[in-house]
């Protein structure tokens, strides 16, 4: 038999100890981010959404964009992207989602796309261009849903379609390896449940500042300000995720993201130009920045209420960041996971029908508007039920380690986000409202009762908001287990600290002097 040399066998001996050794020191896992945004500014003459009428733009004050980020594990990514308009619907995201899907390999389902609900944002809706059209639909109900309502507007719908898929393919073109974690600050001085229980024994919604038959809030807050930072190898900023729960309706004057820009001037303030700010918002249905209980006159509205309510979440979005980027690391894995509820809409009653036609045929300008402004809601909600009286919503689950975004379509009562926070088992977990289409107002059950926290503006039915008083609990419990299929990453740490070995500082280890 043929003796192997010496040599050999230590040769032997070394390869065995560094295929074992590799074995203990596992690699990082594989995660890269990217970031990138487009100007999706709507021009001025265009139409204002935010109400139930017509109106038009005619200032500019700082852009709207779209701003995504994409995240990929090594085998799947996300996207996650934040637009700054009041809605968008879900024919605008399929168009989106096939474009991107094409042209970057991102799946539809992966793909999340959410409205800050902006005030002075361009028109994405209410409703589409045509949707009404046909013989179906009379000319007098046609009229009042174009003539008397927001409509969008189809070259600025190409517009945004155009920047958020560029935003997405340009972030997807931009990954790279990158260090992130998650957080949580506190933003509990600029956000308020704008429903109130009252003496005369229903809920308002806005009653008044210093009205003095309030009685206490009819829902509550989130005061979570959370947050995902991404970081490059070289230390920089790349880009942050923020969620926080609060109606864009501070209104500064002209075009605008509202107080979301002063989200953005406050990141970048301290991290730099190239950070991008993806703002996703939270379960705000029921929740506004104006304190209807505010002892002092201060302004709620325009430029200084956009700069405090922006500034207060930007410097919590700041506080967390700064606490995060030395801990940061690969945020695994990377998951999307979705499904389609099948919800009924709300029918108004013959009667209520019959009496909003005959309201809605006369001229509005002899008429109460608000009384008005409700039967043309009617009028156009009947023709939109008996061409769809049940309504697709899409729920999605988009997680990022230990983090997880749970999305729908609703602008959602705040009680559910804050009910998805208590059931979830991620560390982290950011209620995503208006995303992928939108529904309208989802109340709480509660909200549509005639007992005293019944009743105000969002529990109106309109074509805007119509479905069924149990969609809200629907959409929670489908979300909840969309997460729980989830398993949550683990949250990066630094590298402990390696055993004491060195010497404390001579100045430091000096005795007293008295002399």
Same mark, same amino acid.
């Given at each position: 038999?043929?003796? $192997?040399?010496?040599?050999w066998? #230590?040769?032997?001996?070394?390869?065995?100890? @560094?295929?074992?050794?590799?074995?203990?020191? +596992?690699?990082?896992?594989?995660?890269?981010?990217?970031?990138?945004?487009?100007?999706?500014?709507?021009?001025?003459?265009?139409?204002?959404?935010?109400?139930?009428?017509?109106?038009?733009?005619?200032?500019?004050?700082?852009?709207?964009?779209?701003?995504?980020?994409? %995240?990929?594990d090594?085998?799947?990514?996300?996207?996650?992207?934040?637009l700054?308009?009041?809605?968008?619907?879900?024919?605008?995201?399929?168009?989106?989602?096939?474009?991107?899907?094409?042209? +970057?390999?991102?799946?539809?389902?992966?793909?999340?796309?959410?409205?800050?609900h902006?005030?002075?944002?361009?028109?994405? *809706?209410?409703?589409?261009?045509?949707?009404?059209?046909?013989?179906?639909?009379?000319?007098?109900?046609?009229?009042?849903?174009?003539?008397?309502?927001?409509?969008?507007?189809?070259?600025?719908?190409?517009?945004?379609?155009?920047?958020?898929?560029?935003?997405?393919?340009?972030?997807?073109?931009? &990954? =790279?390896?990158?260090?992130?974690?998650?957080?949580?600050?506190?933003?509990?001085?600029?956000?308020?449940?704008?429903?109130?229980?009252?003496?005369?024994?229903?809920?308002?919604?806005?009653?008044?500042?210093?009205?003095?038959?309030?009685?206490?809030?009819?829902?509550?807050?989130?005061?979570?300000?959370?947050?995902?930072?991404?970081?490059?190898?070289?230390?920089? $900023?790349?880009?942050?995720?923020?969620n %926080?729960a609060?109606?864009?309706?501070?209104?500064?004057?002209?075009?605008s993201?509202?107080?979301?820009?002063?989200?953005?001037?406050?990141?970048?303030?301290?991290?730099?130009?190239q950070? @991008?700010?993806?703002?996703?918002?939270?379960?705000?249905?029921?929740?506004?920045?104006?304190?209807?209980r +505010?002892?002092?006159?201060?302004?709620?509205?325009?430029?200084?209420?956009a700069? !405090?309510?922006?500034?207060?979440?930007?410097?919590?979005?700041?506080?967390?960041l700064?606490?995060?980027?030395?801990?940061?690391?690969?945020?695994?894995?990377?998951?999307?996971?979705?499904?389609? &509820?099948?919800?009924?809409?709300?029918?108004?009653?013959?009667?209520?029908l019959?009496?909003?036609?005959?309201?809605?045929?006369?001229?509005?300008? #002899?008429?109460?508007?608000?009384?008005?402004?409700?039967?043309?809601?009617?009028?156009?909600?009947? =023709?939109?039920?008996?061409?769809?009286?049940?309504?697709?919503?899409? @729920?999605?689950?988009?997680?990022?380690?230990?983090?997880?975004?749970?999305?729908?379509?609703?602008?959602?009562?705040?009680?559910?986000?804050?009910?998805?926070?208590?059931?979830?088992k !991620?560390?982290f977990t !950011?209620?995503?409202s208006? +995303?992928?289409?939108? @529904?309208?107002?989802?109340?709480?059950?509660?909200?549509?009762?005639?007992?005293?926290? *019944? #009743? *105000?503006?969002?529990?109106?039915l309109?074509?805007?908001?119509?479905?069924?008083?149990?969609?809200?609990?629907?959409?929670?419990?489908?979300?909840?287990?969309?997460?729980?299929? &989830?398993?949550?990453?683990a949250?990066?740490?630094?590298?402990?600290?390696?055993?004491?070995?060195?010497?404390?500082?001579?100045?430091?280890?000096?005795?007293?002097?008295?002399?």
């Amino acid at each position: 038999m043929t003796r $192997l040399p010496s040599t050999w066998f #230590g040769a032997l001996a070394i390869l065995a100890s @560094v295929l074992f050794s590799s074995t203990l020191r +596992a690699e990082p896992p594989a995660f890269r981010a990217g970031f990138a945004e487009r100007d999706v500014s709507p021009a001025i003459g265009m139409e204002q959404p935010g109400g139930y009428g017509k109106a038009h733009h005619t200032a500019f004050h700082d852009p709207c964009k779209a701003r995504a980020a994409v %995240f990929d594990d090594g085998s799947t990514r996300v996207a996650v992207v934040g637009l700054d308009a009041l809605l968008i619907r879900a024919r605008t995201v399929r168009n989106i989602r096939e474009q991107v899907r094409k042209r +970057a390999g991102i799946e539809p389902g992966a793909i999340l796309i959410s409205a800050s609900h902006t005030h002075s944002g361009g028109p994405t *809706g209410f409703l589409l261009p045509g949707e009404l059209d046909g013989d179906d639909v009379s000319p007098a109900v046609r009229s009042l849903a174009y003539d008397h309502s927001v409509v969008a507007d189809p070259k600025y719908l190409e517009t945004v379609e155009r920047g958020i898929v560029e935003a997405v393919c340009e972030a997807n073109s931009r &990954l =790279a390896p990158a260090r992130a974690a998650a957080g949580f600050g506190v933003g509990d001085r600029v956000a308020f449940n704008r429903r109130f229980t009252m003496k005369q024994g229903r809920a308002m919604t806005h009653p008044g500042v210093g009205n003095p038959d309030i009685l206490e809030p009819a829902g509550p807050t989130d005061p979570q300000v959370g947050v995902i930072g991404c970081w490059d190898v070289d230390g920089k $900023l790349k880009g942050c995720i923020v969620n %926080f729960a609060c109606h864009a309706t501070t209104g500064p004057p002209g075009i605008s993201a509202d107080y979301v820009a002063y989200i953005e001037k406050a990141v970048r303030g301290v991290f730099g130009e190239q950070a @991008v700010v993806v703002f996703v918002p939270g379960a705000a249905g029921d929740v506004t920045q104006v304190n209807n209980r +505010a002892p002092h006159k201060i302004a709620q509205f325009g430029e200084v209420s956009a700069r !405090f309510v922006g500034g207060h979440v930007g410097a919590e979005a700041v506080k967390v960041l700064l606490g995060l980027e030395q801990s940061a690391g690969p945020l695994v894995p990377v998951a999307a996971a979705g499904k389609v &509820l099948r919800v009924e809409r709300r029918r108004p009653s013959p009667e209520h029908l019959a009496a909003a036609t005959d309201l809605a045929s006369k001229d509005s300008k #002899g008429a109460d508007p608000t009384d008005w402004a409700f039967a043309k809601e009617t009028v156009v909600l009947a =023709a939109r039920i008996a061409r769809e009286p049940v309504a697709d919503v899409e @729920v999605q689950a988009v997680q990022v380690g230990p983090a997880v975004l749970l999305a729908c379509p609703a602008e959602y009562f705040c009680a559910f986000g804050l009910d998805l926070k208590a059931r979830s088992k !991620f560390p982290f977990t !950011f209620p995503v409202s208006l +995303a992928n289409d939108c @529904v309208g107002y989802v109340p709480t059950e509660e909200a549509l009762t005639p007992g005293p926290r *019944g #009743g *105000g503006y969002e529990t109106r039915l309109t074509s805007y908001s119509n479905l069924v008083p149990d969609a809200g609990r629907r959409m929670a419990d489908a979300l909840d287990e969309l997460s729980a299929g &989830l398993r949550p990453g683990a949250i990066p740490a630094p590298p402990p600290l390696p055993p004491f070995s060195g010497r404390p500082w001579t100045y430091g280890s000096l005795p007293p002097q008295r002399d």
